[in-house]
T-cell receptor, first 115, second 112 residues
Framework: AQSVTQLGSHVSVSEGALVLLRCNYS??????LFWYVQYPNQGLQLLLK??????LVKGINGFEAEFKKSETSFHLTKPSAHMSDAAEYFC?????????????FGTGTKLQVIP | DAGVTQSPTHLIKTRGQQVTLRCSPK?????VSWYQQALGQGPQFIFQ???????QRGNFPDRFSGHQFPNYSSELNVNALLLGDSALYLC???????????FGQGTRLTVV
């Protein structure tokens, strides 16, 4: 079975401060890991993904995440928060089964950016 | 490119009724997945369609069914609606079953 745990349902940071959103996964096989962002009343937009290769992954809008197998983590970071980063962020683990995807999302972390 | 489009955007139904939600995938995509996102929760995988067949299914009862048409568009049907079915229903499409998924804006279903 696979699952995703996002620590902190709400995170507040000051504009210009470091953003750190935590994600831990459990999977019996090497997973594909994704971060999505959801703005109010919108669908999900892919921020970045880890499949294989380099463990530090850079995404859109200045976000990056590092896959740490030893810690089963895939935390999302951004050096300097911007007001436009206020949204809900979802970590997801995706595993192919017989050629088809099975996707499990975390419960999400709402990021508030304080001016 | 219109991206993934879903209709309707909002819907109100009465408990016990049936509902059909529609999804048109992004151009060039042949795989459609459906998710239920309850308020304050992450999306929950309902099922995935490829080549007009259901290929993967999450932990949802048989009241939830779907269909994929030859043009790759898809429908999600929910029978005997319960208050707990109120949620945002998201459709995602991809180039193939293991490729990156692109999400639509969702359909907000309210069951009263």
């Amino acid at each position: 079975a696979q699952s995703v745990t996002q620590l902190g349902s709400h995170v507040s940071v000051s504009e210009g401060a470091l953003v750190l959103l935590r994600c831990n996964y459990s999977s019996s096989v090497p997973p594909y890991l994704f971060w999505y962002v959801q703005y109010p009343n919108q669908g999900l937009q892919l921020l970045l993904k880890y499949t294989t290769g380099a463990t530090l992954v850079k995404g859109i809008n200045g976000f990056e995440a590092e896959f740490k197998k030893s810690e089963t983590s895939f935390h999302l970071t951004k050096p300097s928060a911007h007001m436009s980063d206020a949204a809900e962020y979802f970590c997801a683990v995706i595993r192919g089964l017989g050629g088809y995807q099975k996707v499990t999302f975390g419960t999400g972390t709402k990021l508030q950016v304080i001016p | 490119d219109a991206g993934v489009t879903q209709s309707p955007t909002h819907l109100i139904k009465t408990r016990g009724q049936q509902v059909t939600l529609r999804c048109s995938p992004k151009s060039g995509h042949d795989t459609v997945s459906w998710y239920q996102q309850a308020l304050g929760q992450g999306p929950q995988f309902i099922f995935q369609y490829y080549e007009e067949e259901e290929r993967q299914r999450g932990n949802f009862p048989d009241r939830f069914s779907g269909h994929q048409f030859p043009n790759y568009s898809s429908e999600l049907n929910v029978n005997a609606l319960l208050l707990g079915d109120s949620a945002l229903y998201l459709c995602a499409s991809s180039r193939n079953p293991t490729a990156e998924a692109f999400f639509g804006q969702g359909t907000r279903l309210t069951v009263v």
